[in-house]
């Protein structure tokens, strides 16, 4: 076996050499056991940040457009409502025009349900009413009707004086509350008292 000469018996410009090689060895190792994998490393996790950022904001955009598609979920749920019955929708809706035709102070004297129509994806609810007002009373009555959440169409609209009653009138209205089916049900504008403060 080949002995090699020890660091203190060569020669200066030897050792000199010798030094130099030994660091050009421990910087190569350097370089292939620690170095070259922490920068493969690196590159990996900026490669791997760039995709979060791109996936941050992919997902930013798409967080904005649910945050739109439910504020006009939010705008719109007064008029959706599960599906019910078209006896109990029928009620409601009694009930509501009841309630707005005593928040105008008019004296109701009938309020009828006529029949449920279905025509393709809708059906329309009617109803006659005839009550007794004054002139600004029927105004308002038929302005609550028609901004009411069940959203009742005026289809036809009457006046007529009283001998009997000189300072009222007799009115009559036919409204009409549409609602769109879906499936076997129907999803129906809510009544008034049902549907959300705002």
Not at 78 to 104: F, N, T
Request: proline share 7%.
């Amino acid at each position: 076996m080949m002995r090699l000469p020890q660091l203190s018996q060569l020669k200066p410009r030897e050792r000199l050499l010798a030094m130099a090689g030994g660091a050009v060895v421990v910087v190569v190792l350097m370089d292939r056991l620690v170095l070259s994998p922490w920068l493969g490393h690196a590159r990996m996790v900026r490669q791997e940040i760039s995709r979060m950022e791109e996936a941050l904001h992919s997902h930013g955009r798409l967080l904005e457009r649910r945050g739109r598609v439910l504020g006009e979920l939010l705008k719109y749920e007064p008029y959706l409502k599960p599906p019910v019955a078209d006896d109990l929708q029928m009620a409601a809706l009694l009930k509501e025009i009841q309630d707005l035709a005593g928040q105008s102070g008019v004296e109701v004297g009938e309020i009828k349900p006529l029949t449920v129509e279905s025509d393709g994806p809708t059906k329309d609810y009617s109803l006659e009413l005839r009550f007794h007002c004054t002139l600004d009373q029927w105004v308002d009555v038929v302005f609550r009707l028609e901004s009411s959440p069940s959203l009742f169409e005026v289809i036809r609209a009457g006046l007529s004086t009283q001998e009997e009653r000189p300072g009222q009138l007799a009115g009559y209205l036919r409204v009409v509350s549409t609602a769109v089916t879906r499936g076997n049900g129907s999803v129906a504008a809510p009544p008034a008292s049902e549907a959300p403060a705002g």
